[in-house]
């Protein structure tokens, strides 16, 4: 391992955050030894480069592979069981996961691990138990564990206050929606951020629906090119069916069927692949009716 390598992507991922090297140091160590770092001349222990990674916004494994523990996996596995039930919508068993959790000590460690219980539970506090205000109060502490105005977004955080656009959305109140949209967009401008590339997907596309809202299909067509061309280059799956629906949707709105039947179409080969019944009937539907007028 070159570590003077990790110091030249701390040095990188500061300056585009915006921070000066104090920033960094405070809590962590001296300024004096992350200019080392950042020279290359010391190696950082992995501790400081965890509290390093955590104030730049990315993963500690963006430096280099760190071993895990068995408690480590256990936290990863619930994430990743509570991102699964997230992306499908399953809100119920995610309830049921979270009531589980919220009696495990071992969440109550750090407040990372408790900001992923706050996050989900105000998720299915809106989904399941129909309670905004409280789904918005527990997103809002989940931000506010870990964010900080002197180090980068987190995904985690990108993706808390994505989860609180969406809820703005559900309730019409599109303006708020886009203010939240907005400050991911913004966030994820930092380079080297994105391990899950999925979210720069979902971030587009939710953009993308608040502007068909306002009638500014050309820019919520804009923002669908882009992502359908970001899942291209990066080899995701995910997000493909709904941007192709959104354009077909927009110009559909515009009584412009001819150009939108393609977009329908393709929208219906994604869901195929995805097996999914619901959207493949809608569309089946909807292609008939646009085939029609086109």
Known sequence: MDYSVIGKKIKELRK???????????????????????????YPSATALYQISVKLGVDVNYFFEIGTTPRLDYIREVE????????????????DLIKTEEKNPLFYKDNEKLQLLYWHKGIYQYEVEQDADAAFSLLDQAYHLTAHPKKAMSEREMEILASTGAIKFSLHRFDDALQYYKRVEKAMKTPGQLQDKSIKTKLFYNIARVLTRFGEFEKSTAYCLKAIKWCLEEELLWGLGELHYQIGYNYELTADY?????????????FELRNDEKYISFLTTKIEEISIRA
């Open 16 to 42: 585009a955050v915006g921070i000066t090297q104090g920033d960094l140091a405070e809590g962590i160590c001296t300024q004096a030894l992350i200019s080392r770092i950042e020279n290359g001349d010391i």
């Open 80 to 95: 990743k069981q509570l991102r699964y039930l997230r992306v499908f919508r399953k809100y119920e068993e995610m309830r």
């Open 258 to 270: 001819e150009r939108a039947l393609p977009y329908f179409q393709s929208a219906l080969h994604m």
